[in-house]
């Protein structure tokens, strides 16, 4: 029968010995995190409340920094500008080619109304109060560039305020 012995045992090193495996595999472990969250993968907290009622305030989620392409859905982390390093969470509801609008709150892509579950903390009462944020004149996504909305659409700022996301501005798509 095959009797396994193990090479090194903690208990028979010296205590310089332990101490330099520890700081090695610490000193590695926190290079390749560095390494994960610079190129690959990392998370983001949620300062706002403009992804309610599908994220709250303070929620952790993780952001994936490699993407080939995106479809309807898909939540980013966008950039609005390299300088100021203002970010913001929104849903992909447009795509190159599309044709994107927005009348009295509700959004129409290629002539054709989506439905959405969307969070709805606007105080005012009268639809003639209803301003820009609310009504969009139809616009045409351009190659390599996206349509980006907030869930609450009250809250937030989005591509009805930056205009259409161009590909280098999205940070990484939300997973898991």
């Given at each position: ?35 994960l ?10 300062e ?42 929104g ?24 439905s ?61």
């Amino acid at each position: 029968m095959y009797s396994y012995k193990s090479k090194t045992n903690f208990r028979n090193l010296e205590p310089k010995k332990i101490f330099f495996r520890v700081t090695l595999i610490f000193i590695l472990s926190m290079g390749i995190g560095s390494l994960l969250k610079k190129f690959f993968i990392f998370t983001h907290k949620i300062e706002d409340m403009s992804m309610l009622p599908t994220y709250s305030k303070g929620e952790k989620i993780w952001v994936l920094k490699i993407f080939s392409s995106l479809e309807y859905g898909k939540v980013v982390l966008v950039e609005i500008t390299k300088d100021s390093k203002v970010v913001f969470l929104g849903r992909v509801v447009g795509l190159p080619g599309d044709k994107i609008s927005i009348k009295s709150k509700k959004l129409y892509r290629n002539g054709k109304l989506i439905s959405e579950k969307l969070q709805n903390t606007d105080k005012r009462k009268e639809l003639d109060e209803f301003s820009s944020r609310d009504n969009l004149k139809s616009i045409t996504i351009p190659k390599d560039c996206y349509f980006v909305l907030c869930d609450n659409r009250d809250e937030c700022l989005d591509s009805r305020f930056v205009g259409v996301i161009s590909k280098t501005q999205i940070i990484g798509v939300k997973i898991f």
